[in-house]
């Protein structure tokens, strides 16, 4: 489906960087779920750059909702939002030279030249702004049927976060920060790694963590559209997430099922896990455990220092220099990112399973 | 579309572990490619347990092909494989008792007691024997178009392979070797960690890795359906398997850009990165460099040591001794599922991008 | 999807006529719906030719459910019937030359000869007796939620039924009769009619007529996914029907405004239309009205006569004489299938509008 | 997927009539296809009301494309157009008292009240301009490609036209003139029953049909995914069609095979057949012959008599008199909304048969 995803809820992304705006359609959510405005607002802004840890390009994501909304409520009909781009500086990109790590030559063979490349064109980190405003709707919806999700900064560039233990309460201490950890000394030091690589003309990586609470057991599919099949499919849209793993992940390639088993018992009359290894998730299907999963983020393609690459306008090898305005570091502003994507994907897999109403049917 | 997927090319599976048969339905490949049953026969003895490491319950996997192919060619129409069970001992799994790490408690929330039950029903991974025998016709397929690949055990309980660097000579070196390690001398203490978790009862992990070669660049989807999206998509239908990671993966978290990017270059006319760390995807595109991702297999859920669990039929706290026959690993047999799934999923996208003829039209 | 359609529950044929089988996966239908036996053998056994006004070509049409159903009832996963094919006679097909009005040339020129094309392969009606099955459970399910439906034949070579009004009394009558009409005095002229067509190696087509009656007032969406177009999207995958209507369908051309509308009333506290011009469904979604539309069915194409055709072997004009066996009409027939392939896209948009357990929950 | 269609190219529209602007997303269209802005706006102005035989409320359908558009051409990302809403009158509309023949019961019991019902909402006619916009893209890419199509008044109010015999002319007479016939005569005395209509404060319908020259034989898929089934579903997404049928549709339902089946034969190296009731396609596939298929539009529900119907306020009868702006008939202004969902499916089928690059590749 290309620039859409999604069974029952379906979102769709459009825009480039530098064209005169971006966008999405969230088509299929229930009708009468709040659409909360300075919700949007505060979510778009934990995106937005700021600081010297971020790129300087700083746009006001003034949005527009061109349908679907009316009184305050979705209607159930597509809902559009539109961002216009305001503050576009095309020649800071040199053209023709592709940018190593990014999208430039894998575009080039896509489109064959048609491709809008200004600001990395349709593959902008911009176009998540869009993704983020959507994803604020579903986030609400969600939080009305008790379900809740944040996701962190579990590493950066050598400094570590705790990790979610699944708790509401860490999420909501993640939602107050806008440096999205867990500890809140762990800021400090990730900031001063990020301002370093800035100093080199570098950029920095690092893992970030997402944390899913309240979901109902038996949500997703044995096969092909597992829970994590549909959550990784949206998440590795995002551009520099290069790795996920659920639960304990890689680390349960080590251990023996003795210890990666989670002994199931009953508590209070609900079934439980004593461990959370399998991150919520057996056999596709969400166990009524927190839903918790790490992604890999690479460091920020676009740095200063000279690179080597390639002419893709007479194919020869040339040197690249960027000016431009980047970020040292993606790991903060793509935690919403994350978080939104995540949110349609839970909207869509719980209306297919409980029906077109069910977000909205208990206000 | 749960146990469907894909857009140009799509793999439906059914069957339950106990059930009559389990099968396969594949629409949309293209008129004209060779069905080698040779060749489908050799990758399902590939999937099939063997030896002290693998579980005692053999399965003849004698598969017939109901319709879809005719004279040794697929016909373009959808192409059915069933694979009736035989050697069925429904009472090694005790009834009610949640098996931890197993879908049993998650697919009860899901299916209300209707689902079968019986050793592990649609979620065993006995269903994967139809992805192989559809998967052997496409990696076929793909081979006329020179794309090549295949999966070998990176890592086993602490034991180390090679990674693939990306050559064709990597890729018939597992595909020789029916236990799939690139280095000879991985096999042996291999497997002799997995019959020691054997004799404790237990059951290891491990990590498998895939390789693509020789696959266009310009494939995939900046959005949603991005390369990576697609394979992790397909590839977390699989039971067992928690995380995946493209190139690097998370050790790209830890680097800086200018480690982490790709510097590329020509090279005989062509384009190529010298490095590899995004594993031949840039913004969802393949890039014409070899694809490359790492994927965490946990061990085995089944094993033999006394487990706290649940029983499901009176919802009280209980304790699981399972007899029955298990595998203490599964990352031999794992291994050929992986590449099945992974060729589905590049027969979908080429047929996606250049037409449904298009992997057959070189005859 | 090409063989496969439905968002929720999604049905996929397989199968070519003179091949090991036909068959059909039905996926997606709640988990506890009652599978029963005997009403799937007596939907087949409409379906069936009898008779002098049929084919003389007779299937037992003994079918074997391979997964999706465990003791009576629907498990939740996928549901797949295969009806071995045993009666062949593949040699009454002259091969080569193409039977006008039939699919064999477009099949040619889209399969590039690798196509099966013995006794129609895989378009052949014979496809449809799985459909047919997977439709039994589908009506089955609606049944149990206060949903009837059936099609009866409005009119054969002249010969009229008269229409339904939308009441569950009419659709008992057709349900209860082999040759389904509702005037009983309909049946004997219509059958004379058929075999004046037959003894002239000739052969009839006809209008047949659906209704739905208790579907609820909210099903189907306002672009694209309106009722009407997954019903004819459904409908028109039938070989041999080539017009749709709902309501008045092509009659409305010809009124006014002020005839076509469709008074609205409240009766006994809920609300009517005075008439159905517009057969229950405006803007795309039920109005709960009955919901009724119309078929065209063509003349079956397979006729005895001597006609002008060409020779796909040399690509030259050829004469074709058909021996074989031949359904002089196929409107008896063809109704259980219309009724089956709609009962599946109810199913399937009731489930999407509803929930995946919403079929199932009022047992 | 509700308000989107397509496989590989994907359709998705939003919009309320009264709500600020409605519009479209056009997402996996080749790069390289030339955007043609007068042809847009000449296509866009087809559809506009003008003179007395239309609604008199006129808009000027000044679009934005905000994406997938550089320079004239086609980038290959998802192209969005948007066209603000600006000529309202929402008071004309009565609130709560249900249009007959209208979606407001319909969408009341679908969202709850939610809905946007100022002009219709999102089931307005308005939304049609944004399918226009597109369809105007899809249709140049097609006659780059050798394929025509235009949608003419068959008959209106029972003043008749001629019918397409599939020449490329009769194509090019349709598109030369405002008002859709092919015999210029048909013109006067249509438009005086309209006028008629109009005047006695009521509708009428008609019969509109559509002509696709030059689609090559082979597309289109033998079971769901039908010609017939992606041409029905696109089109039965527009509001005020109950009908359709291919080639003589109906009429072959009288007819006896040996007048119905069409001979094939040679001509000039190619196939053909000598007569096309199956309106060129079999078995669900092209067969090369020109594309025909006719669609009743019911007349304009929107009428100035009084009519009974229900208030939604308290779930009582009611009596309305709409005051508003209404069409006597959208006879003439459906046509090229017809045009461009055709002309849309045509571009997925054709993209998803030959590649994503296929419409574009012979610039």
């Not at 009316?70 to 305001?86: A, H």
């Not at 503050?87 to 489109?111: E, L, Q, T």
């Not at 099922?257 to 057996?282: C, F, K, Q, W």
Request: hydrophobic share 35%; aromatic share 6%; with cysteine.
């Amino acid at each position: 489906m290309k620039n859409s995803f999604g069974n029952s809820v379906q979102l769709t992304v459009f825009g480039e960087s530098h064209g005169p705006a971006i966008g999405v359609v969230l088509d299929g959510l229930a009708p009468g779920i709040r659409v909360d405005r300075d919700f949007i607002a505060s979510q778009l802004s934990r995106r937005r750059p700021y600081g010297p840890t971020d790129t300087p390009r700083v746009e006001k994501d003034e949005y527009s909702i061109l349908s679907g909304e009316r009184g305050g409520f979705t209607t159930g009909t597509p809902l559009t939002i539109v961002i216009p781009n305001c503050n576009v500086r095309s020649s800071d990109y040199p053209d023709g030279i592709a940018r190593p790590s990014h999208a430039d030559y894998a575009a080039r063979m896509k489109y064959h030249g048609f491709e809008d490349t200004r600001g990395g064109g349709h593959f902008s980190g911009r176009v998540t702004a869009g993704i983020v405003a959507a994803g604020a709707i579903c986030i609400a919806a969600l939080r009305g049927k008790g379900i809740r999700l944040a996701t962190h900064i579990l590493s950066c560039a050598g400094i570590l976060d705790r990790g979610f233990s699944g708790s509401v309460d860490e999420i909501e201490t993640v939602e107050s920060r806008n440096f999205p950890v867990l500890s809140a000394e762990a800021e400090e030091p990730m900031r001063e790694r990020i301002l370093e690589a800035r100093r080199d003309g570098d950029s920095v990586g690092g893992v970030v963590q997402t944390c899913i609470t309240g979901l109902p057991a038996g949500v997703g599919e044995p096969w092909f559209d597992s829970l994590e099949s549909l959550l990784s499919h949206a998440v590795f849209s995002i551009g520099g997430i290069k790795g996920i793993e659920f639960g304990s992940g890689f680390a349960m390639a080590s251990m023996r099922g003795s210890e990666a088993n989670d002994p199931l018992r009953m508590s209070g009359g609900s079934v439980v896990t004593e461990t959370n290894h399998n991150g919520g998730i057996n056999g596709g299907i969400s166990n009524g455990m927190p839903v918790i999963f790490d992604m890999a983020v690479k460091p920020t393609p676009s740095i200063s220092r000279l690179q080597k690459s390639i002419d893709m306008s007479c194919w020869a090898d040339a040197d690249l220099k960027l000016a431009g305005r980047h970020d040292p570091a993606i790991v903060r502003r793509i935690c919403v990112v994350v978080t939104s994507v995540v949110a349609v994907t839970l909207c869509d897999a719980l209306s297919l399973r409980y029906g077109t109403d069910w977000l909205a049917e208990k206000r």
